[in-house]
């Protein structure tokens, strides 16, 4: 029986249904995390074989001595992920230690976290990426923004979602930002765009066994930095051109067995990187999208991407093929705001499409809101006008989806 160490099982919420089918296809599931055994989830905790509980998962020698348990009891440890962004460097770093081959090592890291380093394996996948600056002297940012010009983006190299991002717009924003903010931050130009998304589930040759998309059609940056309300949608059918795109960076950064979220820009006029509607790079995550995007999924393409994901560690394949396409939103709505339409008035309304209504944990809601609602649609048009309606305040309405599709 393989053994297969879940770093941080219990967050997200809905992760122990990775768990659970690792179990179901044969694996010892072992958990490792911070969280006490009785405040798991009975869901979690019929999923897993056993679990350790760490005082803190930053702390790496607690970390380690888990694996060490584990591996003294079950024998030889086949998988160690957490499937999160935050936990990818840690991951490495014990695979690298236990000579666990099954997934990206220390010698990795660099090309799957650092934005500045992503950008020379998407050019080796055929894909523009944004100018850039390795933030260093305020003469050297005044250099590059001598070429790109006002606005510029700041954000760390190393950095997860669009924590601590920012836009700049003239030089005094720029040097009350060099006087707060520590090293390691990249400047890259502004490129006016919405996000596509190319998700997927690689099996061990690089080849996807499932695919799917998202669209952002407003600022992930400007959700957290303004407290705004958030949207996305899960497409109900992968865009070509970020089909091909996301497959040409899959072999680019040489993925293997995992769940991957690439994210590019669709730009929004013509400008320096490219003409209108061209798809150009932003980041790789070498994790599923976050949150609860995998059940958007779900919903989207009437399948399970948990069982896909396990079936692809256990058997490097699945026979689940997705069912009934829709399209999925996401909106969340934020603390504070008077909005028109009381929840039970969107419920009531929207009773046949919604499937989720629910607070967001704490950890997500900078960059998701407070209160997420999560609904199925035929078509772009339903789905725009339960946008309109979830988001819309009582004085002014602010929602504005650009899209270009």
């Not at 050297?140 to 920012?166: L, M």
């Not at 040409?248 to 820009?265: C, D, I, L, P």
Request: one cysteine or more; proline letters at 4%.
């Amino acid at each position: 029986m393989k053994n297969f160490i879940f770093i941080s099982p219990n967050f997200p919420t809905n992760y122990y249904k990775f768990c659970r089918h690792l179990k179901n296809n044969g694996f010892n599931v072992l958990g490792i995390g911070d969280c006490p055994y009785d405040n798991l989830s009975y869901e979690l905790k019929i999923s897993l074989n056993e679990y350790y509980k760490v005082d803190t998962l930053e702390n790496y020698d607690e970390v380690y001595r888990a694996v060490a348990f584990f591996a003294f009891k079950y024998g030889k440890i086949d998988f160690i992920e957490s499937n999160n962004e935050y936990w990818l460097e840690n991951d490495a770093r014990l695979r690298t230690d236990f000579n666990v081959r099954t997934g990206f090592t220390v010698k990795d890291i660099k090309k799957i976290k650092y934005k500045s380093q992503m950008k020379k394996y998407y050019k080796k996948a055929g894909v523009k990426v944004a100018r850039y600056y390795l933030i260093g002297t305020l003469r050297g940012c005044i250099k590059f923004i001598s070429q790109v010009g006002y606005p510029v983006i700041v954000k760390p190299d190393n950095g997860v979602g669009a924590n601590d991002t920012y836009k700049i717009s003239n030089e005094e924003e720029l040097k009350a930002f060099l006087a707060a903010k520590p090293q390691n931050y990249i400047m890259e130009e502004f490129v006016d765009a919405e996000v596509n998304s190319y998700d997927a589930i690689i099996d061990s040759h690089g080849n996807p066994i499932f695919e799917t998309g998202n669209v952002t059609p407003n600022s992930i940056m400007d959700i957290v930095n303004n407290n705004d309300n958030s949207i996305y949608y899960m497409v109900n059918e992968p865009f070509p051109d970020v089909r091909e795109v996301g497959r040409r960076t899959v072999k680019a950064f040489g993925v293997k067995s995992r769940f991957v979220h690439f994210e590019f820009f669709r730009l929004l006029r013509d400008q320096y990187m490219g003409k209108k509607g061209e798809v150009v790079a932003l980041e790789v995550n070498m994790r599923p999208c976050g949150g609860f995007s995998p059940d958007m999924m779900n919903y989207a393409n009437s399948t399970d991407v948990y069982k896909i994901w396990a079936d692809m560690i256990a058997y490097d394949k699945t026979d689940i093929v997705p069912g009934e396409r829709w399209y999925c939103a996401y909106a969340g709505r934020r603390d504070g705001k008077n909005f028109a339409y009381s929840e039970q008035d969107i419920i009531d309304k929207y009773k046949n499409n919604l499937k989720t209504v629910g607070r967001i944990p704490y950890a997500l809601s900078p960059a998701m809101g407070n209160t997420m609602y999560l609904a199925t649609f035929k078509t772009e048009e339903e789905m725009d006008e339960f946008y309109e309606e979830v988001l819309l305040e009582s004085a002014p309405a602010i929602f504005n989806n650009s899209k270009t599709h």
